[in-house]
């Protein structure tokens, strides 16, 4: 316990240290999961120095997160004891989940299928398919579960579709038309008519390496997986987020457009906003590097680490995790 | 939803051939009841009194100018098959979920030759396509744009045919349907005139044909008087020809009561194409009727793209009929019902031969209470259709409690090597969809326009012409906006 109160290491520190993940840290990493994760006295630690001490191996290489050493970046999103049912059979899902994440941070969650991991992240932007029986959520200082899913994606909550679904009838262009316009009326800015939007979308679609042509097509409408992919991080191009979730971006990608939409992402990180993924596999976190990894197992996080968490997981699978 | 059975609402006495050019022309005299003949046993005495009072409107004044002869064949064989039809109730299956008693309960009353003089400023322009204006059933020339066809096609009235050869074929093919029902058979002895479009073999003609069918009389509402229009074009295209129609309909005054019953046959030969586009506009108390007969031969194409979204009572009545091999066939229709008002399709696709490809799609908006769609689509794949790939599907929305939609999508196969589908789908906005559009900050209420616009769009997207899809996009929009619909 008293290992979380080290102060943060020094930048020089940070880089000379090596990965070194052990059995011997993970149960230290457990134990510490199990009694104080995220509790108050957590929030008064930078996020690098708790992974230095959980691990004692930071992987250091995005920096961020802890730009000036004492200076506390601000949480962005605290979520505490949340619980939540499947609406229609009133099926346990989440069995309180603990998570903070700060202004500029990314983080991954990893876990089994049916860990909880993909409703977390519907949860977090209020899918009406589930129900919160408890907990709270609170994001940039408000209460995320008093607002509409609509109001939620305005407040500045972003997230990618695991399986975007397709919307017959109604163009990309205009979808995105239409969102960006609920987005500056928000903001008390000038909507902008087709003409005008197109100037501003046509800049965007370079991000997502996607040509002219893919905005005329409905929205999701056969298209492959990758295109998909590619659309929705358009979207959060297009539209911005403070905090954006990533619910498994890379599944059905190939290397290629795995590439592409990594370098999109990365591309639209500034040290203000924050990226949470959800993902099944090691390969993306070798192009979105995050600062924590967090497993997810029957509906809790069950350990928090750096990327060694999921170095192990590549080579031994979730049972050396929970078994360790 | 679906079923197989069929059974025809009606029995035709089968039509006798007519050896001789003219014929006597039957005259319809209401009888009193004690002289009833066996035949007339079955007549309707108010069918009667409309096909007379049509009869007279179309009669000519003096031998001189007798009508050419397929349309007096066309007016003998209707007058023929008339005398044993009644007028349609609910309890006759085709007519179980329409309504057909307030014209019924009108003064009916046919709609003469306008005089040229005639204020046709209410009509607009507003068409880059060559185009035939035909006003209450009538061909009005100077309002028409017909210029730049290709040699060897003709459009325009039957009287005005001068190949001997053209009007041979015209005879044999104006009468040459015997499912149509007692709307089809009015039609016959009501049409003041034809209007024949011919594409000569192997002509591919470029830009489409724009009918503009327009209802300038209308009585007003709650007088009881209801004039009548009854428009008929024929559209024959010879091997290997190719052309699109568009057959647009509209009306003046909204608040004006009228009846357009209308009728088109579409021949096509060998390895002919027509792509169809029909729009129906009508306005909000009109009654229309209308009738489709599509005669295929082999290796024809036959494209139909319909918006229907006006009139009280709108009834489109589509027959395609298949007489040789390898035809394609595509229908689409999108039904709109933003007031009280009802849209019905009965649709029948016979196929009689191997190798048909058939894909039909109907799609229904209901966004008022007591508005009303209806379905009912047929398709029929006899014992020498082998090798058919038919699918139909159904797919409507309601909007609003008490909305109502009856859908019967339903395949008769006989042969046994055949490749069918077809599906009904009844719903409101899905979730997932509404969702999405929640998930990236759009209110629910634009969400709805968009996902209901939507709905209609997956048809209308289909209109092969850039100008008319965003004219008719626009009076969608318009209509939508007028109902709650969109609101939560």
């Known amino acids: 316990m008293s290992l979380l109160h080290l102060p943060p290491p020094s930048p020089s520190r940070l880089t000379s240290l090596r990965n070194s993940f052990s059995v011997i840290t993970l149960n230290s990493l457990r134990v510490s999961s199990q009694r104080c994760r995220f509790n108050q006295s957590r929030l008064t630690l930078t996020p690098t120095a708790s992974l230095t001490v959980d691990s004692h191996s930071p992987t250091t290489s995005s920096g961020r997160g802890s730009t000036e050493e004492g200076d506390s970046p601000k949480v962005l999103l605290e979520v505490r004891d949340l619980t939540a049912v499947i609406a229609e059979s009133k099926a346990q899902i989440l069995k309180g989940v603990n998570l903070v994440i700060r202004e500029g941070e990314i983080h991954a969650i990893m876990g089994k299928n049916g860990s909880g991991k993909s409703t977390f992240s519907k949860v977090l932007v209020g899918h009406p398919d589930y129900e919160v029986t408890g907990g709270s959520a609170i994001f940039k200082g408000e209460n995320l579960l008093d607002m509409d899913p609509e109001e939620r994606s305005l407040f500045g909550l972003f997230m990618s579709f695991q399986s975007p679904i397709e919307i017959p009838g109604v163009s990309n262009m205009d979808f995105l038309n239409m969102a960006y316009n609920a987005r500056m009326r928000k903001l008390g800015r000038k909507e902008l008519g087709p003409i005008e939007f197109y100037e501003v979308i046509s800049r965007k679609l370079d991000v997502v390496n996607m040509k002219i042509d893919f905005l005329n097509r409905n929205v999701n409408e056969g298209f492959s997986g990758g295109e998909r992919k590619r659309n929705e991080i358009l979207q959060l191009a297009v539209l911005g987020a403070d905090l954006s979730v990533l619910d498994e971006i890379d599944s059905g990608l190939d290397v290629d457009a795995l590439q592409d939409v990594a370098k999109a992402v990365n591309g639209l990180l500034t040290p203000k906003n924050s990226v949470l993924m959800i993902t099944h596999y090691q390969r993306l976190l070798d192009y979105i590097r995050p600062n924590y990894i967090h497993i997810m197992d029957d509906g809790r996080i069950v350990k928090t680490g750096d990327i060694s968490i999921a170095k192990v997981l590549e080579k031994e699978g979730y049972k050396a995790i929970s078994s360790a | ?488």
């Not at chain 2, 508005?371 to 014992?383: E, P, Y």
């Open chain 2, 1 to 488: 939803m679906a079923t197989v059975t069929f059974s025809p609402p009606f029995r035709f006495s089968p039509i006798s051939s007519f050896p001789s050019k003219f014929r006597t022309r039957t005259r319809f005299i209401i009888p009193p009841l004690s002289s009833l003949t066996p035949r007339a046993a079955l007549s309707d005495p108010f069918v009667l009194e409309i096909a007379q009072t049509l009869e007279d409107s179309v009669s000519t004044p003096s031998p001189s100018s007798l009508p050419p002869p397929p349309l007096q064949k066309l007016r003998d064989t209707s007058s023929e098959s008339i005398l044993s039809m009644s007028w349609p109730t609910r309890k006759d299956e085709p007519f179980r979920f329409i309504d057909t008693s307030f014209i019924k309960q009108s003064r009916i009353h046919p709609i003469p030759i306008p005089s040229p003089s005639s204020d046709l400023a209410g009509i607009s322009s507003d068409t880059q396509f060559p185009s035939l204006v035909i006003v209450d059933g009538h061909i009005v020339p100077s309002a028409s744009q017909l210029s730049g066809f290709p040699d060897g096609v003709y459009v325009g009235s039957i009287s005005g045919i001068s190949s001997e050869a053209i009007m041979e074929k015209v005879l044999q093919l104006v009468s040459d349907f015997h499912d149509g029902d007692l709307f089809w058979s009015l039609n016959g002895i009501g049409a003041p005139d034809v209007t024949v479009i011919f594409v000569p073999a192997g002509c591919q003609v470029e830009k489409p044909l724009h009918l503009r069918f327009y209802s300038r009389e209308g009585g007003e509402i709650g007088s009881n008087y209801m004039p009548l229009s009854s428009p008929r074009v024929l559209v024959l295209v010879e091997k290997g020809g190719e052309i699109g129609i568009i057959e647009e309909y509209s009306g003046g005054d909204a608040d004006k009561c009228y009846w357009a019953n209308s009728v088109i046959q579409l021949a096509l030969e060998e390895e002919a194409k027509i792509h169809h586009s029909y729009i129906q506009a009508q306005t909000a108390s009109a009654a229309h009727i209308k009738w489709t007969f599509v005669r295929q031969e082999s290796s024809s194409n036959y494209e139909l793209v319909e918006i229907s979204a006006g009139g009280k009572l709108s009834r489109h009545n589509l027959h395609v009929q298949q007489v040789g091999p390898d035809t394609i066939t595509e229908l689409s229709a999108f039904h709109l019902s933003v007031s009280d008002q009802t849209q019905d399709l009965h649709s029948r696709l016979v196929l009689d031969h191997p190798r048909g490809y058939s894909r039909q799609l109907h799609k229904s908006i209901v966004a008022h209470s007591s508005g009303q769609a209806v379905f009912d689509g047929n398709i029929k794949v006899n014992r020498y259709a082998q090798q058919t790939d038919a699918g139909q599907l159904t797919k409507n929305l309601l909007l609003e409690p008490r909305a109502t939609v009856n859908v019967k999508p339903n395949l008769q196969i006989i042969a046994d090597d055949v490749k069918c589908s077809h599906g009904a789908a009844i719903s409101d906005l899905e979730e997932d969809q509404i969702f999405y559009f929640q998930a990236r900050g759009i209110d629910l209420e634009t969400t709805r326009k968009a996902l209901v616009f939507a709905f209609g769009s997956e048809v209308v997207e289909r209109l092969p012409y850039n100008s008319l899809k965003k004219k008719v996009q626009s009076h969608v929009k318009a209509l939508l906006e007028t109902t709650s619909g969109g609101a939560p």
